[in-house]
């Protein structure tokens, strides 16, 4: 695939929670696997798949989030984030919740994007905020 065809970034995304903007210091390594959903979509489902699959089944070296980060996380600090990536020495998966035209796009690397459909997140919400309000009470 010539780099002409692939996606080119449309928009910036900051808040509280993620910028999009980390992503120009990330350097992608060949077999990089980039997981992008929306919230609540199945991300660590997808996640601990694709951690499976890359370890052919054997014991994972960590945690899903230590071996797949959330780089645009903003609450992480980005200079930790990527020591932990560059540190690793197998095939890296990294994890994000920006839309697809907000992410920058490597011919070296692959995109599993989910796709929800979004009425039944309400509810999945409703329930992950119940049963984490029970570990952090207010």
Do not use: C
Request: aromatic share 8%; net charge positive.
């Amino acid at each position: 695939m010539k780099r002409d065809n692939l996606p080119v970034v449309k928009h910036l995304y900051r808040n509280h929670s993620m910028d999009s903007l980390r992503w120009n210091f990330f350097t992608p390594r060949p077999g990089d696997v980039v997981v992008a959903t929306s919230y609540k979509a199945g991300t660590t489902w997808v996640q601990v798949i694709v951690a499976n699959l890359i370890f052919s089944g054997k014991d994972l070296p960590g945690s899903i989030n230590e071996m797949a980060p959330w780089l645009d996380s903003r609450p992480m600090p980005l200079e930790l984030v990527l020591s932990e990536l560059e540190q690793q020495n197998h095939r890296r998966s990294l994890k994000t919740h920006l839309p697809l035209d907000s992410l920058p796009f490597h011919q070296n690397v692959q995109y599993i994007y989910v796709a929800r459909d979004p009425r039944g997140t309400p509810l999945r919400d409703r329930t992950t905020g119940r049963r984490e309000r029970r570990h952090f009470p207010l």
